[in-house]
C-alpha cells in the first residue's frame, strides 16, 4: 500500500472526526481537504506497516457495529459513534486502545493545526515560546 491513506478510509476518518471533534460537521470542502492534507502529511513520514495498520484498524472500526447496530460506523448516529469509541478506548486489548488514541491524534492534528481554526480558538503559541508573547506585548520604542 503506498500512497495516500485516507481516501481508503475517508468515510470512516470523517465519522471519527466528527465525534472526536463536533466542530468538524461545520467543515466545508476546502476544510475537510486542509484537514486532510495534515493528516497526509504526518502519515506520509511513518513507517508503511503503521499506515497499513491504521487502514486495518479503520475497516474493523467500519464494519464492527454491524455486529450490534446493523450499521457501519460512519452510518451511525453521533451517540451510538462516541459509546463505540469510548468503549473500545477503554478495552483490554492494547492495540485496540491504541489504535482509538491513535485516529484521534490524527483527527486533533489535522482539525487544530489549520491556521483558521487557530485564529477562531485564540491559539497564540509561538516557535519562539513565551518570549515572543512578551516581544509582542512590549510597547513599540519610542511609543
Request: no cysteine; net charge positive; glycine share 6%.
Amino acid at each position: 500500500m503506498s500512497g495516500l491513506v485516507l481516501p481508503q478510509i475517508r468515510a470512516t476518518f470523517r465519522a471519527v472526526a466528527a465525534a472526536v471533534v463536533p466542530e468538524t460537521v461545520a467543515l466545508d470542502a476546502d476544510g475537510w481537504a486542509r484537514m486532510e492534507a495534515e493528516v497526509e502529511r504526518a502519515l506520509a513520514v511513518r513507517p508503511e506497516r503503521v499506515r497499513r495498520q491504521l487502514v486495518l484498524f479503520a475497516r474493523v472500526l467500519e464494519y464492527l457495529p454491524l455486529l450490534t447496530n446493523r450499521s457501519r460506523f460512519s452510518r451511525l448516529a453521533p451517540t451510538p459513534r462516541h459509546q463505540l469509541l469510548k468503549s473500545l478506548e477503554l478495552s483490554r486489548v492494547l492495540q485496540v486502545r491504541r489504535g482509538v488514541w491513535g485516529f484521534r491524534t490524527l483527527v486533533l492534528l489535522g482539525y487544530y493545526s489549520q491556521p483558521e481554526i487557530q485564529v477562531r480558538i485564540g491559539y497564540r503559541a509561538h516557535p519562539d515560546g513565551w518570549s515572543a508573547r512578551r516581544a509582542a506585548s512590549e510597547p513599540l520604542a519610542g511609543t
